[in-house]
């Protein structure tokens, strides 16, 4: 509840404004609203999801001229108008938005300018349409709108509905996903996230409300031509959202109030406040990388307790897992898959046993990780497959193997570190969620269920593995073993029927390994298969049911850890004496 | 008609073709792509016009004060929004930081300058008029100048392989001895040269004006997209087919149409081949 005061303030604080304030400052703080509008929505892709779409000024464009149109050629009551710039805004969000789901961000960043180019470059030339260089008139509203107070009224509520929503969507699965594939795209992708499905509602919504703000600005601006739309607005909602700091509600709106005032305060500099724009978000990237809200992150600033240890309570993994008996098997029939002349793996036959503990081993460059990734599915095997059971494993796309109760860890841990443990935990569990966007945006019942239970069981799964103190602390604060146990509380929280760990013992004390392992055995245990790929040969040797020892890409020994022991090519090749 | 679109599709052909090799020798340097590639075209015409219009230089000297000018230009760039951000390269904050960079500049420009074009002056005077008008073939020749004077740096002198083995493998190269941050400044300077060269030699076709930075930052990008980045003949290849489809799509439907074409191609290339047309795939990711 804290974190709603500021909120509060704000918004108290703008409906006051009427009281002692002339009729100047009703615009001023309606194009703030205004602006709100369109920089809230983006927001969740440039803050949440780290796309670096520069050209959102074009949305705001094609809201504009579609409600202004509408109302000006087709009389259309101006409400409905909004709403269909809206639509439009909403329809050319995922064509902008498209490229980024195969573009690197520099690439993705050119692209929106483009078009925002092109939507100018054609706003110009559409004469007969739009009015060309001479522009055409924005909505009319009757009263109580047609004032300069009631019109920012109006923009106010506006401005206060979509903040909630997006406030509502950030802290929603929803909002986790997006910063999941900001920062750990590979581990998003691992625990079902699918981007291109999250990215494209994402910007169908991010769309729709810079569409409804720019119908919201033709009225504001009573009369549009396309100067109206220069690059430099573009640039200005950009900013506002990193001077907020990323990921951050209150921050970018900050930032934005912060922007659309500055001018009015210092007005000799109007003529330079695209350069002051320019030179704040060069100092901000600089100097201070997570924008107003990292200011304002006061929790995260107290010291944690220095002499902490990670205690597991692995009798709790049963009643976490509790995902009833697992009838299949991985298996992997004659797999091959060579990077250029290198063979990484070389003909594999292996079966991961649901229940127990499948240790993989071999020197460096055998390609135990290979092998995990070829059943993670970031690799397809060029000979032979991966199965479930009878089915075949699909290849390349990893997003799809949670579902099918596969889940994994990381050889360096692939965590969000602006994000705290417990959101970090709940990742694990995006895919079970219920709730659709626009539930999400309106908490609506079937969200706020979604939600509980996500948080019960991401909070089982940090007292499982022993971290539950932690639950509030950005995940970046934390210690590498610690990070370790995080990735396989998220990987547990899915309640997978196969877990795949990437030598999650690395770096580890021998306490820490020692009650690793216990987890480890109690999670095979509650009838989950294991395929644990180390390096630690007493790790290995004391909780695998099953061990296959590989060398160059092929099976050089299988077999319990006895035999392995007892196998005299592993211990001259890889064990020693 | 055909030889008019043509000289006119291979001079801006060659500009963006320029503009991609500035944006290659800024990405081989330091693995960054940077918004002030296009700025540096800009200033190139802008700084052309200052030095022999504005303050009456002959033109040979007002030629090397104005490279002069757009190499401290690219070396401030890498000193103010480059370097500080080179440690977390994965984070990709040096699109904002260069972006920030970028629009500092052109925005003084326009302030401190004109925001209106102003006139570039004649520099030989050979073919009044006509496709042989020297504004049409002065970019060529600067672009070929260019790769040749860049081909012949790389593969012939100490300082140019140093620069290939910095763009190869920057870790290797510098644990051989090499000076990478010398290397890469000095990088970030040729990349200056080159760009204001872009705009020197086309400033009697754009002008001295300020919005050409922003211009040239999108269609010196395009050629960039489809050569594959940091290969310097696809820039070239890329660039010359850019202008001359550029150019022809103007003549035949007008400029906003020839303005959608190209940004469609752009698209479209990007998305069937987000490596280039003559690139290599992608790092493994995990």
Not at chain 1, 410 to 417: A, D, E, K, L, N
Not at chain 1, 552 to 576: D, N, Q
Not at chain 2, 4 to 11: K, Q, V, Y
């Amino acid at each position: 509840m804290r974190s709603l005061i500021p909120y509060v303030l704000i918004f108290v604080a703008a409906l006051l404004l009427p009281l002692f304030a002339n009729d100047y400052w009703a615009v001023i703080g309606a194009r703030a609203a205004v602006y709100w509008v369109l920089v809230a929505g983006l927001n969740l892709v440039v803050g949440y999801g780290g796309q670096l779409a520069i050209g959102w000024v074009a949305l705001l464009t094609l809201g504009s001229y579609t409600a202004s149109i509408l109302v000006a050629r087709f009389n259309l009551d101006p409400f409905l108008a909004y709403a269909a710039g809206g639509v439009v805004g909403a329809l050319a969000g995922v064509v902008v938005g498209l490229p980024a789901l195969r573009l690197r961000t520099f690439y993705f960043a050119m692209t929106t300018l483009g078009f925002a180019t092109i939507v100018t470059q054609i706003a110009l030339a559409w004469q007969s349409v739009t009015g060309g260089g001479i522009g055409l008139p924005g909505p009319m509203l009757a009263a109580p709108f047609d004032s300069a107070w009631g019109f920012y009224l109006l923009c106010l509520g506006f401005a206060a509905v979509v903040t909630w929503m997006t406030a509502n969507v950030a802290s929603s699965r929803y909002g986790r996903s997006l910063v999941a594939i900001r920062d750990a795209e590979v581990a998003a992708e691992a625990t079902g996230i699918s981007k291109a499905r999250l990215l494209i509602i994402v910007f169908l919504f991010s769309g729709f409300t810079a569409g409804v703000a720019g119908g919201l600005f033709a009225t504001l601006q009573s009369y549009i031509t396309p100067e109206a739309f220069s690059f430099d607005l573009s640039v200005t909602f950009f900013i506002a959202i990193l001077v907020g700091g990323r990921g951050s509600i209150i921050g970018p709106l900050l930032g934005n109030v912060l922007l659309t005032l500055l001018p009015e305060f210092a007005a000799p500099l109007v003529a330079w406040s695209t350069f002051l724009y320019a030179a704040l978000l060069l100092a901000i990237v600089l100097l201070m990388p997570g924008g107003i809200a990292a200011l304002l992150d006061f929790r995260n600033r107290k010291p944690l307790e220095s002499n902490r240890s990670i205690v597991p309570q692995p009798d709790r993994v049963r009643a976490l897992l509790d995902h009833g008996p697992v009838r299949d098997n991985i298996v992997l029939s004659k797999v091959v898959l060579a990077f250029g002349g290198v063979r990484a793996i070389d003909g594999l036959d292996m079966t991961i046993r649901a229940g127990e503990v499948h240790g993989l081993i071999g020197p460096n460059g055998s390609g135990k990780t290979t092998t995990l990734n070829v059943i993670s599915g970031y690799y397809a095997p060029q000979e032979g497959e991966a199965f479930l059971g009878t089915r075949v494993l699909p290849h390349g796309i990893p997003q799809a193997r949670s579902a099918l109760g596969i889940a994994r860890t990381f050889q360096t841990p692939r965590v969000i570190g602006e994000a705290s443990v417990l959101q970090n935990v709940m990742i694990g569990a995006t895919i079970d969620g219920r709730a659709s966007f626009l539930e999400a945006a309106l908490t609506l019942p079937r969200h706020r269920s979604d939600e509980k239970r996500m948080t019960t069981r991401a909070m089982d799964a940090l007292e499982v593995v022993g971290l539950a103190s932690l639950a509030a602390v950005r995940a970046d604060r934390l210690q590498h073993s610690e990070l370790r146990f995080v990735e396989i509380a998220r990987a547990l929280t899915g309640r997978p029927a196969f877990l795949l760990l990437d030598e999650p013992a690395a770096g580890l004390s021998t306490e820490e390994i020692k009650r690793l392992g216990i987890l480890i055995k109690a999670v095979a245990e509650a009838g989950t298969g294991v395929l644990l790929v180390e390096h630690h040969a007493d790790l290995i040797f004391d909780i695998c049911d099953h061990v296959t020892v590989l060398n160059l890409g092929r099976e050089l020994a299988a077999g319990t850890p006895a035999e392995i022991r007892a196998h005299k090519e592993v211990v001259s090749a890889y064990l020693g004496a | 008609m055909l030889a008019a679109i043509l000289a006119a599709g291979l001079a801006v052909g060659s500009i963006y073709a320029l503009i991609g090799v500035t944006y290659n020798i800024m990405f081989s340097a330091s693995r960054v792509m940077s918004f002030t590639s296009g700025q540096l075209g800009m200033l190139g015409g802008v700084f052309g016009a200052l030095c022999i219009t504005r303050l009456g230089l002959p033109i040979l000297p007002g030629f090397i004060l104005a490279m002069a000018g757009c190499a401290l230009v690219g070396l401030i760039t890498e000193i103010v929004a480059v370097r500080p951000v080179l440690k977390a390269l994965d984070q990709h904050l040096y699109v904002l930081s260069t972006l920030g960079f970028a629009l500092m500049i052109q925005t003084f420009t326009a302030i401190e300058w004109s925001t209106e074009p102003q006139p570039f002056p004649r520099l030989i005077g050979i073919g009044e008029g006509g496709p042989w008008d020297e504004k049409f073939w002065l970019p060529v020749v600067a672009c070929f100048a260019t790769i040749v004077g860049l081909e012949l740096l790389y593969r012939r002198t100490l300082v140019g392989r140093a620069f290939l083995a910095i763009a190869e493998d920057n870790f290797a190269a510098r644990a051989l001895g090499l000076p990478e941050r010398n290397l890469r400044m000095a990088s970030f300077a040729l990349a200056g040269v080159v760009g204001g060269l872009a705009g020197f030699a086309g400033g009697e076709l754009l002008l001295a004006f300020f919005a050409n930075g922003a211009m040239l930052n999108f269609l010196g990008f395009v050629p960039v997209a489809l050569g594959g980045l940091g290969n310097n003949r696809g820039a070239v290849i890329g660039g010359l087919a850019l202008g001359v489809f550029q150019q022809t799509a103007n003549f035949l439907m007008g400029g906003v149409v020839a303005g959608v074409a190209v940004f469609a191609v752009f698209i479209v290339v990007l998305l069937v081949a987000p490596q280039g047309l003559f690139g290599s795939p992608p790092a493994r990711r995990v």
